[in-house]
């Protein structure tokens, strides 16, 4: 592999770095914690694209010197914005094609300075600066730190969810019954963990999850009703689909009222990025006492603008 060349470096930045770290000069590197490490250390996710985004979201940008694993813990200067030639796998390149981290031929792990073409903005970390009408092995392109920059404007959107609901595995929500109310579930009295699913429709690809609202009416007679809202991902493998919670920096965890009640229980800490292949849908849990019940009207999910290369 040829050695990358610098052609611009802008806004360093000092991060610090432990002691018996490898790190090239014109290196990718990663913040983990509260130092930068070599693409290469990034602990394997499975797939190239799972390291490709992880990687893309903690890229702190390109060492501007070199580090051998005799140093001790210090510090490193990092370009915040570089831009210059680097190895890639072999492509054809248009000015603006999205570049993300290239994993190494043992499929477990990236390379330090190499790159390849992206589609997906969540896995960028730059993009092509120089058109190759025929397929090279090198790139002009301009990186761009995700953690050290400025903050774009972004806006922030709230969508109504309810259509599509359905009973869960635990029978007790009563879904589409024939009244003339537009409800998304009613949960009758006596029912113990009963669960109910909503799927979530209308995410765009990059868009950030940042928080949720569960909006019911409940009726209690003085009896306790209580109810846990859960946020889940449904991941697309080749084994079969997937289930796991997205849990927020501070969760709500399990509500429960003793009167009547009008709820607008807000949850806010989640940053979960929309991606292909992934699909969201939220789980509530009720457990409801003899004379109450619930009257599940709508959830709310709160989303930032795509996350992309600033």
């Not at 510090?75 to 030639?85: F, K, N, T, Y």
């Not at 792990?109 to 903005?121: A, F, G, I, W, Y």
């Not at 730059?126 to 002009?140: D, H, I, M, N, Q």
């Not at 009008?262 to 457990?287: D, F, N, P, W």
Request: hydrophobic residues 45%.
């Amino acid at each position: 592999m040829a050695e990358p060349q610098a052609l611009a470096i802008e806004n360093l930045v000092t991060y610090a770095v432990d002691a018996s770290r490898t790190i090239p000069v014109n290196g990718l590197v990663y913040l983990e914690t509260d130092d930068v490490r070599p693409a290469a250390s990034q602990s394997d996710q499975l797939t190239e694209v799972e390291n490709q985004r992880v990687f893309a979201s903690k890229f702190a940008g390109v060492a501007k010197d070199a580090r051998v694993s005799a140093q001790l813990a210090g510090s490193l200067a990092v370009a915040r914005i570089w831009e210059g030639v680097m190895d890639c796998a072999s492509a054809t390149w248009e000015v603006g094609d999205l570049i993300g981290a290239s994993e190494a031929s043992g499929g477990t792990s990236l390379e330090n300075r190499v790159v390849e073409k992206v589609t997906d903005p969540t896995l960028a970390i730059g993009y092509c600066l120089k058109r190759e009408g025929s397929a090279t092995t090198r790139v002009t392109c301009r990186l761009e730190s995700r953690v050290a920059r400025m903050p774009a404007a972004v806006s922030s959107v709230t969508r109504q969810i309810g259509t599509r609901a359905k009973v869960g595995a635990t029978a007790g929500f009563v879904v589409g019954a024939a009244t003339n109310s537009a409800v998304v579930a009613t949960c009758p009295a006596s029912q113990t963990n009963a669960t109910l699913v909503i799927p979530i429709d209308g995410l765009r690809i990059g868009e950030v999850i940042t928080g949720l609202r569960y909006v019911a009416q409940v009726e209690s007679a003085g009896g306790t009703v209580t109810t846990l809202v859960q946020l889940y991902a449904t991941v697309n493998v080749a084994a079969d689909v997937t289930e796991s919670e997205i849990v927020p920096a501070v969760a709500f965890g399990s509500f429960a009222v003793v009167a009547d009640t009008a709820q607008s229980q807000l949850q806010t800490g989640y940053r979960e990025v929309v991606t292909s292949g992934k699909s969201y849908y939220l789980l509530i849990t009720a457990t409801t006492a003899a004379a109450t019940d619930i009257a599940v009207q709508h959830c709310e999910i709160t989303t930032n603008g795509a996350q992309a290369v600033a």
